[in-house]
């Protein structure tokens, strides 16, 4: 990926950033005190549970990831965290009824209370055939209402050869995973049923900076936001 597009760097970084920002505003503004994390990948510090109990030490985390390398990672890393309420499972994003329903999801998250979903950089791995706004509807559907949505997902609106090498170089990898780069327009849409906060779905710098913006917005081939279900 480095090799097709070297800003991917920045992007990545950029995202990660936003994560935290989303998780620090859920759990010390919204109150928000459980959060469901799908498509985790290989956890860094601070990851969501990090973040979320730094403001709430009472805060809960579910991990879900589809790659046994990332479970056993995230697993070895949390095994050593003392972190009792936080805990991870293998599941596909494509079948959303098996992380609903998945005993260990249920015994750490309350579908009664409020939660945060996080699909941070993962709905772009989904191709049109595997609906994903059916699945992100599925997963609204399933949170009560004051649950938030954060989504982040690779665009061609910015870069357009970019993301075409993009989804040449994840094309030719032995990844199971396909890169599907998608409009501001059809983004947006996942956010279907919920009010979507300011300042909208935006490059991941520009949702609710810590300080002033001082990175090439050029360079970062992505959007991000944030929606709360009525």
Do not use: C
């Not at 260990?104 to 998250?109: A, C, E, K, T």
């Not at 993009?166 to 009010?195: C, K, N, Q």
């Amino acid at each position: 990926m480095l090799a097709a597009n070297p800003a991917v760097r920045l992007t990545v970084r950029e995202n990660r950033a936003f994560l935290r920002r989303v998780v620090r505003y859920l759990t010390a503004e919204a109150g928000i005190r459980q959060f469901l994390d799908i498509g985790t990948g290989i956890p860094t510090s601070p990851n969501v549970h990090e973040v979320a109990q730094q403001v709430a030490p009472d805060a809960r985390a579910v991990y879900v990831d589809n790659d046994p390398i990332v479970l056993a990672h995230a697993r070895a890393l949390l095994a050593g965290s003392g972190a009792g309420t936080t805990t991870v499972i293998q599941a596909d994003l494509r079948e959303p009824d098996s992380i609903l329903r998945h005993p260990q999801v249920r015994q750490v998250l309350d579908f009664g209370q409020p939660l945060g979903i996080l699909l941070v950089a993962v709905l772009h791995h989904l191709t049109d055939e595997d609906d994903p706004a059916g699945v992100v509807a599925q997963l609204r559907d399933a949170a009560v209402g004051g649950s938030y949505l954060a989504i982040s997902h690779g665009t061609a609106d910015i870069n357009p050869e970019a993301a075409q090498r993009a989804a040449r170089r994840f094309a030719e990898s032995r990844t199971a995973a396909p890169y599907i780069a998608r409009s501001h327009a059809t983004i947006e849409g996942f956010f279907d049923g919920l009010e979507l906060l300011d300042p909208g779905v935006v490059q991941p710098p520009l949702w609710r900076p810590d300080g002033p913006v001082s990175v090439d917005l050029d360079r970062i081939s992505f959007y991000a936001g944030l929606g709360r279900k009525p």
